[in-house]
């Protein structure tokens, strides 16, 4: 199914969630053994971690009670007490681990990750976080507005890559190698399968990188169709 002309929106986050399906769906048989493919949520805040380790958000328990002193009732009692309004806005991502360590993601941007500024510098501070952590991405950006921006253009900048400047629709994959020398620390090789995209035109396959040297091939225009296609997108 050629690619559609992702100007009108409107039908984006139904394609989006069957999409993330599909690709679930294809990849899993496809993964070497220990690996594992599954969607998951991707905090609007990143939190970094040093040990490249999906992490987990804990509910706090109720705690033991404890010896009761003599104190003062006031001061148990809080001086306001309200319910307090948080806004969760999380995003969803393919992740794929390795034995519990996450090893790669594959990101298809929505029109909400970059309709703002707080919003590009947000998901771009979280592509690179991946990257920082020796994760892969696969990152799939359909939608070309708004004009001017891409966040491929972003990333290559960021990253200290020669990327020629390329627009939405893009996809791009980005492979973490080998740290070497460079002053007083080490930086990683990062190699990038990149292609312009037009409307009209199939989709391409792309390798995804597992590690160093293990890849796997991602058919993308084939899980776009069966997502557009349950969505009734013609």
């Not at 958000?57 to 006031?74: D, H, I, K, L, N």
């Not at 390329?166 to 399968?193: K, Y």
Request: glycine fraction near 6%; charge should be negative.
């Amino acid at each position: 199914m050629p690619l559609h002309d992702w100007i009108d929106e409107r039908r984006w986050d139904g394609v989006l969630l069957l999409w993330l399906s599909e690709l679930v769906r294809w990849l899993r048989p496809r993964l070497p053994e220990g690996f594992r493919a599954y969607v998951g949520s991707v905090p609007a805040l990143t939190v970094e971690s040093t040990n490249r380790r999906a992490l987990q958000v804990r509910r706090w328990q109720p705690e033991a009670p404890g010896p009761v002193q003599e104190t003062a009732t006031s001061l148990l009692e809080p001086d306001l007490e309200g319910v307090a309004t948080f806004t969760f806005d999380p995003h969803r991502a393919i992740h794929i681990d390795f034995h519990g360590c996450l090893v790669a993601a594959i990101e298809l941007v929505s029109p909400r990750n970059k309709d703002r500024r707080e919003a590009k510098e947000s998901d771009c501070s979280r592509y690179l976080g991946y990257l920082r952590q020796g994760v892969h991405l696969l990152l799939v950006d359909l939608l070309p507005r708004p004009p001017g921006f891409s966040f491929l253009d972003v990333l290559g900048l960021a990253l200290g890559l020669a990327i020629p400047a390329t627009p939405a629709p893009f996809v791009a994959s980005f492979q973490v190698g080998d740290p070497i020398p460079n002053g007083n620390a080490e930086s990683p090789v990062i190699g990038v399968w990149h292609r312009a995209l037009q409307a009209g035109q199939p989709l391409p396959a792309l390798p995804l990188a597992l590690a160093t040297r293990q890849h796997t091939l991602i058919d993308l225009e084939q899980s776009y169709r069966a997502a557009c296609e349950q969505a009734y997108l013609d």
